[in-house]
C-alpha cells in the first residue's frame, strides 16, 4: 500500500462510451500525474499537476481530459477513444521540494483499460 | 534528447544475486531510481540515489552509480522468488525536473 489509490482497476469501454478514472493520495503531497503504460515501450508520461495547476501536457490527445480538483484528488476523464489507447494507467503523487531536492514519486496500482 | 535503456530480461536461480544494468544519456541527471513492478500492480519505489553518489546499500539492495559512463545498476543479493517482477530505472532531468524512465528489466527467479 503506497497511498495513491486508483479506481476502477479494470475498465472496458466502447469507444463511443465516457468514462473516468479516478486517483486520490494520502500522502500529503503537492502534485500529481498520470502516465501510460503500454506493452513493450517505456512509461509515458501524460499530465503533471502542481498545486492544482496542470503544469505539463505531453501532446496528449483531447479525448484525455485531466481534472484536479484539490491537491489530494485527480482525474482522467475518458471519451472517443480508440483501441490504441488501451493500457495501464497509473497515477502517481510526489512532494515537489523544487529544484533543490529529489522528489520520489509513489504509484497507484493503476487502471487496466481495454478500449473495444 | 534523454534516453534511459536496460536490457529485456535476467534470469537467476533463488539464492544467487542479481544485477540489472541502466544507462542514460542525460548528464544533467540529479537523481537516479530503481522502481520494482509485481504483476497487475503498479510502481514501487525501491531506493534511489543522488548523482553524486557511488554507492547505496539497503539491506540486500545495492545501487552502483558511475556518473563518467552513465551506468546504474541494481544488485539483489541473495535473490528470492518473491523479487520475480520488472525493474524500472528512472533518471530524474536536471533540465526539466521529469523522471524519465527505462523499458525495464524481467527479473525471473528459478527456484
Known amino acids: 500500500e503506497t497511498g495513491v489509490t486508483q479506481t476502477p482497476r479494470h475498465l472496458v469501454m466502447g469507444m463511443t462510451n465516457k468514462k473516468s478514472l479516478k486517483c486520490e493520495q494520502h500522502?500529503?503531497?503537492?502534485?500529481m500525474y498520470w502516465y501510460k503504460q503500454s506493452a513493450k515501450k517505456p512509461l509515458e508520461l501524460m499530465f503533471v499537476?502542481?498545486?492544482?495547476?496542470?503544469?505539463e501536457n505531453n501532446s496528449v490527445p483531447s479525448r484525455f481530459s485531466p481534472e484536479c480538483p484539490n491537491s489530494s484528488h485527480l482525474f482522467l476523464h475518458l471519451h472517443t477513444l480508440q483501441p490504441e489507447d488501451s493500457a495501464l494507467y497509473l497515477c502517481?503523487?510526489?512532494?515537489?521540494?523544487?529544484?533543490?531536492?529529489?522528489?520520489?514519486?509513489?504509484f497507484g496500482p493503476g487502471t487496466r483499460l481495454t478500449v473495444t | 534528447g534523454e534516453d534511459v535503456e536496460q536490457s529485456l530480461f535476467l534470469s537467476v536461480r533463488e539464492g544467487d544475486s542479481s544485477v540489472i544494468n541502466c544507462t542514460y544519456t542525460?548528464?544533467?541527471?540529479?537523481?537516479l531510481y530503481w522502481y520494482k513492478q509485481e504483476p497487475g500492480a503498479g510502481l514501487q519505489l525501491l531506493t534511489y540515489?543522488?548523482?553524486?553518489?557511488d554507492m547505496k546499500q539497503d539491506q540486500r539492495l545495492t545501487v552502483l552509480l558511475n556518473k563518467k559512463d552513465k551506468h546504474l545498476s541494481l544488485r539483489i543479493a541473495d535473490t528470492q522468488t518473491g523479487d520475480s517482477a520488472i525493474y524500472f530505472c528512472?533518471?530524474?532531468?536536471?533540465?526539466?525536473?521529469?523522471?524519465?524512465f527505462g523499458t525495464g528489466t524481467l527479473l525471473a527467479v528459478q527456484p
Open positions: 528512472a533518471e530524474r532531468s536536471g533540465a526539466t525536473n521529469k523522471l524519465i
Open positions: 540515489i543522488f548523482s553524486n553518489m
Open positions: 542525460d548528464s544533467s541527471s540529479t537523481y
Open positions: 499537476y502542481n498545486f492544482k495547476e496542470q503544469t
Open positions: 502517481a503523487s510526489s512532494q515537489d521540494k523544487g529544484t533543490g531536492g529529489g522528489y520520489e514519486q509513489y
Open positions: 500522502l500529503g503531497h503537492n502534485a
